[in-house]
């Protein structure tokens, strides 16, 4: 099932703030790297991504006076959901999960570095044009097919499959290797956009 010429793991946000005790914890999140871990064993290829703001980053509810986390504001491009803050570069919370295999990594993408432009996407910020250089890194090393795992479900590994689907990437998005935040009806809507452009669910016991 797994070709290594042209197959990759892409493993998105497995950071502190994501899991249990963190900032903007994912409910479970935590549950997600042993069923990682094992899929890092199956793959040759494995790129990780790491949310990575600065402090007072517009997409924290603290750099808005009298704003509140889960709130959601108007900026340049459109919505913004407020979080709380999290990932902030060199912190405890941005560094990855202790227990996740991060060795045979041969990419580490960091997003979210501009201070006016969230990122949940690997492949495109926020405003849906800045784009992380992803896409081309993949083309250039001739992976077509992307296997997506991680946290959260309905945001940056939603956002990612959707932008890697758009790029023409065949992308498979591992459900039991990614929980989600689920907020306002997030999950559903993600899936159902993630099932509309073409990204095909599977278990990782498939692999
Ligand atoms: C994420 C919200 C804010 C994610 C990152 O990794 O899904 N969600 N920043
Ligand atoms: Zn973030």
Redesign the pocket.
Known sequence: MIDHSTDCLLV??V?ND?CVGGA?A?PDGDAVVGVINQLHGKFQHRLLTQ?W?PAEHQ?FASSHKGKSPMEVIEVDYGSQ?L?PD??VQGSAGAAFHPQLNTIGAELVLRK?FRAAI?S?SAFFENDKTTATGLSGYLRTRNFSRLFMV???T????AYSAIDACSEGFTVFLVEDACRA?DFNGSLQQAFDEMDATGVQRIESASL
């Open positions: 998105i946000d950071q994501f903007l994912v949310d703001h997409s959901v979080w999290h990932c979210g969230d949940y991680g946290l959260a309905d945001f940056c590994v935040i």
